[in-house]
């Protein structure tokens, strides 16, 4: 959350290898420190893998989570966490199906980014079955967010290109306002690969890790080897 100077983490795998659900949140002014949130509602079930990014929207301000797995197998369920100022709480969405290609099918690290120019949020590729081989995805779905309706119900889309060169899991995404940018690995760093097709003025594209976007335009990542890296746009 950039314009309240905090960042939200939420579930994982622990050092011990156990699941969890919880939710923390780090004050990036000050002294940075820690506060452990108790929302009310759901909760989401403990996950891995799971998409998750924050909805900046002035009338909304809340994180979105979808998918993941639970250890035995994947999730397909979205929630929200809102009033994290106040009275943080849990909801679990239902969204209005694509009217051809239905809901989103249930997996795990995937890739998603938030694109408030168009006020929708994107998720794609990913894995179906991530204790086994062969469940790679690439497709792409955006949930239209329908704001100003007074009455907002989330729309999923399913893109019918889907990804650039095939199924694809265990990737990143970042956004730039002035583009899109989905951002994807190979299996060892650093043979990348990096992807570009223009649709509707917007750019898709593929590269590693764990990341953020400058506000110079630059992209900054480290890992999975302890290297750091800026990639200039």
Do not use: C
């Amino acid at each position: 959350d950039a314009d309240h100077r905090v960042a939200y983490v939420f579930g994982g795998e622990g050092f011990s290898g156990a699941l969890r659900n919880d939710v923390w949140r780090l004050d990036l002014s000050g002294n940075m420190a820690w506060q452990k949130l108790v929302p009310t509602g759901g909760p989401p079930a403990p996950r891995t893998g799971m998409a998750v990014n924050w909805d900046p929207s002035l009338d909304r301000q809340r994180m979105l989570v979808f998918g993941g797995s639970d250890g035995t197998g994947v999730l397909g369920d979205l929630w929200e966490l809102s009033q994290l100022d106040t009275d943080p709480t849990w909801t679990l969405k239902n969204p209005t199906p694509d009217p051809s290609a239905g809901l989103p099918p249930a997996r795990a690290f995937l890739g998603a980014f938030f694109d408030d120019t168009f006020d929708r949020w994107t998720i794609l590729g990913g894995d179906t079955t991530p204790l086994a081989s062969g469940g790679e995805l690439d497709d792409v779905w955006s949930l239209k967010l329908n704001y100003p309706d007074p009455n907002p119900q989330p729309v999923w889309t399913k893109d019918p290109a889907g990804m650039p060169d095939g199924p694809r899991a265990h990737f990143r995404a970042v956004v730039d306002t002035r583009w899109v940018r989905s951002v994807t690995p190979e299996i060892f760093f650093p043979q990348s690969d990096f992807w570009l097709s223009l649709t509707q003025a917007k750019l898709w594209m593929s590269l590693y890790p764990h990341m953020f976007l400058l506000p110079s335009g630059k992209i900054f990542f480290t890992g999975p080897n302890y290297f750091t890296y800026l990639l200039n746009l």
